[in-house]
DNA sequence: TCCTAATTGCAACTGAGCTGCATTTAGCAC
DNA sequence: GTGCTAAATGCAGCTCAGTTGCAATTAGGA
C-alpha cells in the first residue's frame, strides 16, 4: 500500500477500515481507470465483498482527497485511478474494444493561460480525451 | 430554420414532423449546448410539446447525421448543439455557477498526429473541456 | 478498556436515458 | 386528392449509475 495516501488520509482524519484498504489495493493495482462497478465485482470475487454503495463513498472521498482522479470517457459511467507517483496523462479510448491508453503528454499548460486570458475564468482543471480505433479494430 | 440541416436530413431519408421541427428551431435558437431536459421544458413552455423520449431519439439521430455535437461536461447529462456554421470549439464551464462559454480555439491538431503516431489509433474525435471559477464566482 | 466520531450496509430513492409496441403521420406514387 | 408504407411518435415500463437516510458497527485516540 501507497505510503503517501495512507498519510493523506490520516492528516484528513479518515479512519483505515477493512474496506477502505480492500479497495485502495484494487486501486493501486489496476493499471488503468476502473469502474465503480468494476472495482465492486473485484473485492467481491476476492474476499473482501463490501457494499456498492461503500465503493462510491469512497471514491467520491478520495477524490476530494485528490487522491483519485476520475476520468470520464463518456461511456455512461465516470471511471477512477489513483493519482500517486504518476504524471498528469490523458487518455484515449477505442470505439471498438473499448480499450484504454495512457497519454504521457499535456500541451496544455500554455493554452491554459491563453484561456484565463481571453475569458477571465480562475482554470482549476481541463479534461483532454481521444477517441478512435485502436489497431486490432481499425 | 437553417437549409443545409434540411438537406441532410432529405437526403437521409428523415422525415420533417412537427416534433422535429419544433425540437430543430429550439435547438437552433440556443447559443449555448442545451441538455435533453431544458429543450423539452422549452417545448412544453411553448404550445409544442412533445415526449422526452422523442426529444431523445432525435438527438441521437443528428448526432449520428453529424448535425448536432455532443458536449459533455460532466455534469451528469449530456449537452447538444448544431454544428452548423460552427467553428470546431471548445468550452468553459464554471464550477460555481454552471455557466458555459465557447472558446474559439483548437490547438490539437497537431497533437493528434503525435498522439496517432504514438498509439497506432485511428483517432475520429477528441474531448477539450475546461472548468474553473468565471469572474462572477471566483 | 472506554468512548465517540467516522464508517458501513441496507433499503429505498433519484434522474438520465433506453426499449417495445401500438398508433399516427410525412411524403411519395398514382 | 387518395392510398400506401416506412418513418416517427407517445406511452408505459424498464435499466443502470449514483445518492440519501438511518440504524448498527468499528477504528483508534484518551
Chains 1, 2 share one sequence.
Not at 484494487?26 to 465483498?49: C, D, F, M, N, Q
Not at 454503495?53 to 471514491?59: D, H, I, S
Not at 484504454?100 to 481571453?118: G, N, S, Y
Request: charged letters at 25%; hydrophobic letters at 40%; proline letters at 4%.
Amino acid at each position: 500500500m501507497v505510503e503517501s495516501i495512507l498519510e493523506s488520509l490520516k492528516t484528513a482524519g479518515k479512519k483505515l477500515t477493512k474496506p477502505r484498504k480492500a479497495l485502495l489495493e484494487i486501486l493501486e493495482s489496476s493499471p488503468l481507470p476502473i469502474t465503480a462497478a468494476e472495482v465492486y465485482a473485484r473485492l467481491r470475487k476476492g474476499r473482501h465483498a463490501i457494499d456498492l454503495v461503500t465503493v462510491y463513498r469512497n471514491l467520491a472521498m478520495l477524490q476530494e482527497l485528490g487522491l483519485v482522479n476520475p476520468v470520464g470517457l463518456h461511456e455512461g459511467q465516470m471511471r477512477y485511478e489513483v493519482c500517486h507517483g504518476r504524471e498528469h496523462h490523458h487518455h484515449i479510448q477505442c470505439r471498438g474494444c473499448g480499450l484504454i491508453v495512457d497519454l504521457l503528454l499535456c500541451p496544455i499548460k500554455k493554452l491554459t493561460d491563453l484561456v484565463e486570458r481571453q475569458t477571465k475564468f480562475a482554470i482549476e482543471g481541463h479534461a483532454l480525451e481521444f477517441v478512435g480505433w485502436c489497431p486490432q479494430c481499425r
